[in-house]
């Protein structure tokens, strides 16, 4: 079985063509032996006219053809989808600014952006153009041009993001609604919008949101292309995946190799021109994508940023190392600890792993329904594995190039292929990468329930519908549950509401037999009943989600979890412990124990339940020393004097070691998160502080330096000024010399220097550990400490480069 495109006579004027018929579509009948198909063939909107000179009837009917969709829709529908968008761009801008600059890392890039065209096309770090993200520039890009139009604001970087996430849900329609009914599109975008981790990271400034936009879109060619041996879609397929490589590197790549299987499998054409196709959409996408690329690797490195994030300045092992296979294996070159593996029982954010593992979570197929990760993605999980296998076994004798059939296939790969390798990838995982799984649960979700929805009246089909909503409200009751302090009666009543509702959807077909009209209601009533019990509980933690303040390179969507092992909370309400703290109530709940050693005042200790506990005192990060501060009013990290030292040197393939430092913890010059050498958030910069280092700044090329992009973050966007962020992310990259900085110096292209204090406490400097050596920022740190005059400002170290000392 097949689908063709209906088309009207060629020649036809583009505003007339709704009005031919649409072929008839079979219904199902459940009094014939021989039932209808669960997916019957659905008509493709009509074909117009192709060409330039069509668009301007195109232009002239696009108002009255965006409200009343296509024409064999019920006039219901187009306002129903209209009023979903609104609703999901309204959930994602309410409140957005509460979020400050979110994560400061890419704010400060954003900003940089926006006063230099060299650093919008390079994504850089600083608008004197020292170091690049460690990340390609493509979703810098959406946000720097917003704000060079509306200027720099929380809300001018965060609202593109916003808007991509309502128009993500309105691609996911349209993708599902190519073969499926109006319902089975709008089910599928009402379930991405609330998706817990979906609402975080459209409200967020990481890549995600572009990546997953762009991935949809990829999805939407794809099964366009399918459809009649499109060469255009296929190209504009490999398009997308371009630029989705340019947003996020070989994370766009996840879902690339089982759409290229499934085209040269199904797509109705001959083997040798699928082929062709294929090959074609390879070259747009190796176009697409690696123009950036080649001018980045061809121009002189000192005609350009470093590449940040890299050990080699070279942004193809940045590509294929830290932000690709490294990801996978664990052996990220440049990451947290320079590469090497952490010592047996220190533990990074993300998770405990034994006997000296990396510290990102327990790997294994049960690692998207885990803990930490369930509640952020895993609520429809269930359904969409059961709706998927149910679509593969009902389209089983379809033909091969069966629409439906390669709509499942093309969302089951999506699903799968990245599931897999989100659920065993052992290098760094956060559980907001989850955001990448979102549409692919939420389109098969929507196909698979149009499809039993209609096949109710048949008794197996009935049963499957009825066990996956059953399935679906038992694992949210289980998922509640991890939360008990948050809305203890949405648990309860998603149960039984599900569990209700399975039950009357099971009995339909037997009630329908004795009355035709009881069997309706009851299957209409059940419908809605089960609808808001299978949404009920993403729904309550995705406005969880928008309530709460996200802040940092480590958030987590939704309340805090019990037993939560990640850092979870970090910068946001509903936190849990670091790394493995219990948050049951807002506001952190209760911390759990601090990682040890070295970090002063970090999540450690009893936050009250569900009160302003904020980071309570507890032992620092590795290296020796207990934090003492904690301010516990406001949920906010005052002070913290511990220290210590920092992560002993261990020994990686190379012979290096991960360097440690001294430090005595404390803020920068105000109340900072900060934590974990400063990776977690940039420091919160006090007006006299911002007003130092802006005095004169237009003297000199970077107003200051900091080790660690983060920490330069927090006072290049309180200050509006270049600041050098040595090191990059993690402060590890060897992006310049001590030679190189003295030369610098010399120039005097650098006045302030940022030292002990601030954001970076007990991580990524100082004097390497045992069997390790001294970073190149350890080396400028002790040189600068060693010649320049002092200033200190609350608990922050700032070095005049143009004061030496005698």
Do not use: C
Not at 533 to 560: F, K, M, N, R
């Amino acid at each position: 079985m097949t689908t063709s495109s209906y088309s009207p006579p060629a020649g036809e004027p583009w505003p007339e063509a709704a009005h031919y018929p649409p072929p008839e579509v079979p219904g199902p009948d459940p009094v014939r032996s021989d039932p209808a198909p669960l997916f019957p063939e659905q008509p493709l909107p009509p074909a117009g006219p192709k060409g330039f000179a069509s668009w301007p009837d195109r232009l002239r009917t696009l108002p009255a053809r965006a409200w009343r969709g296509r024409a064999d829709d019920p006039r219901w529908v187009r306002p129903a989808l209209l009023a979903l968008l609104a609703a999901t761009a309204v959930l994602y801008l309410w409140g957005l600014s509460a979020s400050g600059w979110a994560n400061s890392f890419y704010s400060a890039a954003v900003q940089a952006g926006s006063q230099s065209w060299k650093a919008f096309f390079f994504g850089s770090s600083d608008a004197a153009n020292f170091i690049t993200v460690d990340k390609p520039p493509a979703s810098l890009w959406p946000m720097a041009l917003s704000a060079r139009i509306f200027g720099l604001s929380s809300w001018s970087v965060l609202a593109p993001q916003a808007l991509m996430g309502a128009a993500t849900v309105g691609v996911l329609y349209a993708t599902v609604r190519r073969r499926f009914s109006p319902l089975g599109g709008l089910l599928a975008g009402a379930a991405l919008a609330l998706t817990p981790v979906a609402a975080l990271m459209f409200r967020f400034n990481n890549p995600d949101a572009l990546l997953v936009l762009l991935l949809t879109l990829a999805a939407y060619g794809m099964v366009r292309a399918v459809e009649a041996a499109g060469t255009r879609w296929l190209v504009f397929t490999g398009v997308m995946f371009g630029l989705a490589f340019l947003t996020k590197t070989l994370a766009a790549f996840l879902v690339l190799p089982a759409f290229a299987v499934i085209y040269l499998v199904v797509a109705p054409t001959g083997l040798w021109r699928r082929v062709r196709q294929t090959l074609l959409a390879g070259a747009a996408l190796l176009v697409s994508g690696g123009w950036w690329v080649a001018v980045v690797e061809l121009m002189p490195a000192s005609a350009r940023p470093y590449i940040g994030g890299s050990q080699d300045n070279s942004f193809l092992s940045l590509t294929f190392g830290y932000n690709g296979l490294g990801r996978v294996d664990g052996n990220e070159r440049g990451s947290v600890g320079g590469g090497a593996r952490m010592p047996a029982g220190v533990d990074l954010p993300g998770g405990a792993a034994p006997g000296g593992g990396r510290g990102w979570g327990q790997t294994g197929l049960t690692r998207m329904f885990g803990t930490d990760i369930g509640g952020q993605i895993a609520w429809l999980l269930p359904a969409a594995l059961i709706l998927l296998l149910a679509g593969l076994w009902a389209t089983r004798r379809y033909g091969r190039a069966d629409t439906a059939r390669a709509a499942f296939l093309v969302w089951g790969g999506w699903l799968l292929s990245t599931a897999l390798v989100f659920s065993f990838m052992s290098g760094i995982f956060h559980q907001y990468y989850t955001v990448a799984l979102a549409p692919a649960v939420a389109a098969l979700v929507g196909m698979g329930v149009d499809g039993l929805w209609r096949a109710r009246h048949r008794v197996p089909w009935a049963l499957v519908l009825a066990g996956t909503l059953a399935v679906t409200a038992v694992w949210a009751f289980v998922l509640l549950g991890r939360s008990s302090g948050f809305l203890p009666w949405l648990r309860w009543a998603v149960l039984a509401g599900g569990l209700l509702a399975a039950a009357a959807l099971a009995a339909g077909p037997f009630v329908g037999r004795v009355s035709g009209r009881a069997g309706a209601r009851i299957a209409s009533v059940a419908g809605l009943v089960g609808l808001a019990a299978a949404l009920g509980g993403p729904a309550a933690y995705a406005v969880d989600t928008v309530d709460s303040p996200h802040t940092g390179s480590i958030v987590t969507a939704g309340p805090g979890v019990k037993g939560g092992s990640g850092p979870g909370g970090m910068g946001h309400r509903g936190g849990k412990g670091f790394p493995g703290g219990n948050g049951n109530g807002h506001w952190f709940g209760q911390g759990g124990p601090g990682a040890p050693g070295g970090q002063g005042g970090f999540t450690g200790g009893q936050g009250g339940q569900g009160g302003q506990q904020g980071f309570a005192p507890g032992q620092g990060f590795p290296g020796g020393g207990t934090g003492d501060g904690g301010d516990r009013a406001n949920g906010r990290h005052e002070r913290g004097t511990g220290g210590g030292t920092g992560l002993p040197g261990t020994q990686d393939p190379e012979g290096t070691g991960t360097d440690g430092t001294n430090s005595t913890g404390g803020t920068a010059g105000g109340p900072p998160p900060g934590g974990m050498g400063g990776l977690l958030d940039g420091p919160k910069v006090t007006d006299e502080v911002a007003a130092m280092l802006k005095e004169n700044a237009d003297r000199y090329t970077w107003a200051a330096a900091a080790i660690g992009s983060q920490t330069a973050a927090g006072y290049q966007l309180a200050t509006g000024e270049p600041v050098m962020a040595l090191g990059g992310f993690n402060g590890t990259d060897p992006s310049l010399t001590l030679a190189g900085f003295q030369k610098y110096v010399q120039e005097g292209k650098v006045h302030w220097f940022i030292g002990a204090g601030g954001s970076r406490r007990g991580f990524g400097g100082g004097a390497g550990g045992e069997g390790g050596q001294q970073s190149e920022s350890a080396q400028i740190e002790s040189w600068v400490t060693a010649h320049f005059t002092a200033k200190t400002i609350g608990s922050t170290t700032f070095y005049d480069l143009t004061a030496p000392t005698s």
